[in-house]
C-alpha cells in the first residue's frame, strides 16, 4: 500500500490543493492520501479561520476524490505542531508499506529553514509539485539530498501559482474569486470570512472616486502577488497598497513640492486620521510612494513599484519592468526608481528632491 501525507494550513482550501493531491495520487499510484489541516502552524502568524471552519473548506474542497481523508491530529494533539513530530505519528496510525510527503514547490525551497529537516528526510520521500514562479527550485531539491540524504521525487504534475493571501484579499475588496470551487465559496461567504479589513474597504469605496478605488485594488493584488517571495506580513501590504492614494482626490498644496506629489504626505495623514492606522510602517510605505527616499524598507519599496506595475499600468517598458521585480525584487526596484527618474527627466515635470536622493543612493544616478 502507498500513502501519501498533505498537510496545510488550508486557509481557505483552494483549486491547486486539489490538483496536487489528483496529480500525486496518479503519478505515485497512491491507494491513499491523508489530509490533515494544521492548528497551530508555527510559521502562520496571520491565520484568520478556526480549525473548524478550514475543515469544513477541506472537506468540501476535496469531495469527490476517491480515497482521501480528512485527519484532525494536529487539533487533537493540540500543541504547535512541526512536521518532523507529526510524520512518525502518522505512520504508525497508517500502516502503509511506502509513505510520500507531498509539498509545493515553494516550500520545497525553504525546506532547509524547517525545524529538523534531517528527521523528515529520514523518515520519509518528499513528493514535490513544482509550481509557477518558483526560481531555485532544483537547487533546493539537490541541497536537501546532499545535507540531509532526503530521497525527492519531482512530480511532473504543474501547479499554477495561487496564493492563499491573494484569495483572502480579493474577498476583503469583494472582487470576483476564481481559485475556489463553489462549495468552498459558500462557506467563505457564508462564515464572511477575510473580512477583518471590512469597514477599512468600505470607507475607501465610498471616499475615493471609482477610478482611484480600483487603481488601489489592482495594486494590492500586484503587492501580493510580488509578496508571495517577500514574505511581508499581510495586513501591512494591504493596507498600504489600499490606502496609498486615499488623498490624491483632494486638493491640497505644499511649499516646495509638485502637485503630483503632495497626496503621498498628506495620504499618510489621512490615513492615520481618518482611517485610524497607526503602524509607522504603513505610513511610512504610504507617505514614500511617489518619490522614494534613500534607505527605503522592503515595504516602501514594494509600495512604490506595486504603484507603478499593477496589471492597469499601460506604457513602454511595462512588461520588462513587471518580469524584472518578479525574478528579481531588488534589480525590479532599482528599474522602476529609473524609469521614474527618466519620466520626469524626458517629460521635464518638477520632481520633489527625494526622488533625485533616492536615485542616487540607490546609484541610479
Known amino acids: 500500500m502507498k500513502t501519501i501525507f498533505f498537510g496545510g494550513a488550508f486557509d481557505p482550501f483552494h483549486e491547486q490543493h486539489r490538483t ?3 496529480g500525486a495520487k496518479k503519478e505515485l499510484n497512491a491507494d491513499r492520501v491523508i489530509v490533515y489541516p494544521s492548528f497551530l502552524p508555527p510559521h502562520k502568524a496571520d491565520l484568520y479561520s478556526s480549525f473548524e471552519i478550514r475543515m469544513q473548506m477541506t472537506l468540501a474542497g476535496t469531495k469527490g476524490i476517491p480515497d482521501v481523508f480528512i485527519d484532525t491530529i494536529e487539533r487533537d494533539r493540540d500543541v504547535v505542531n512541526y512536521s518532523y513530530e507529526v ?3 502518522l505512520k504508525k496510525k ?3 508499506d511506502e509513505y510520500y510527503f507531498l509539498i509545493g514547490g515553494d516550500s520545497m525551497v525553504h525546506f532547509g529553514h524547517w525545524v529538523r529537516p534531517d528527521i523528515i528526510a529520514k523518515e520519509i520521500t518528499i513528493a514535490v509539485v513544482n509550481r509557477q514562479g518558483v526560481p531555485g527550485l532544483e537547487d533546493a531539491i539537490e541541497r536537501a539530498r546532499l545535507e540531509y540524504g532526503a530521497k525527492v521525487i519531482l512530480l511532473e504534475t504543474q501547479g499554477e501559482n495561487v496564493s492563499s493571501s491573494a484569495i483572502k484579499a480579493r ?5 470576483e474569486q476564481k481559485d475556489i470551487c463553489p462549495d468552498v465559496r459558500k462557506i467563505v461567504v457564508d462564515n464572511n470570512l477575510y473580512r477583518i479589513f471590512s469597514e477599512i474597504v468600505e470607507k475607501a469605496r465610498t471616499d475615493m472616486p471609482k477610478k482611484t478605488f480600483d487603481h488601489v485594488c489592482r495594486t494590492v493584488m500586484y503587492a501580493i502577488k510580488v509578496n508571495t517571495k517577500l514574505n511581508l506580513p499581510y495586513k501591512e501590504v494591504f493596507l498600504s497598497c489600499l490606502l496609498h492614494d486615499c488623498a490624491k482626490h483632494e486638493k491640497a498644496e505644499m511649499e516646495g513640492v509638485p502637485a503630483p506629489v503632495v497626496h503621498q504626505y498628506t495620504g499618510a495623514e489621512k490615513a492615520k486620521a481618518y482611517y485610524g492606522i497607526n503602524d509607522e510602517n504603513i505610513l511610512s510605505a504610504i507617505r514614500y510612494h511617489t518619490t522614494g527616499k534613500p534607505d527605503m524598507t522592503t515595504l516602501e519599496k514594494l509600495v512604490f513599484c506595486a504603484d507603478m506595475l499593477e496589471e492597469g499600468r499601460d506604457y513602454p517598458g511595462v512588461d520588462y519592468l513587471r518580469q524584472t521585480i518578479e525574478s528579481d525584487f531588488e534589480k525590479g ?11 520626469l ?10 526622488t533625485k536622493s533616492c536615485a542616487s543612493y540607490y546609484t541610479i544616478i
Open 87 to 89: 510524520i512518525p505519528l
Open 345 to 354: 527627466i524626458e517629460n521635464k515635470k518638477p520632481f520633489d528632491p527625494l
Open 171 to 175: 474577498a476583503e475588496l469583494g472582487l
Open 94 to 96: 497508517y500502516p502503509s
Open 20 to 22: 496536487m493531491i489528483i
Open 333 to 343: 526596484f532599482r528599474e522602476c526608481v529609473r524609469c521614474s527618474l527618466n519620466h
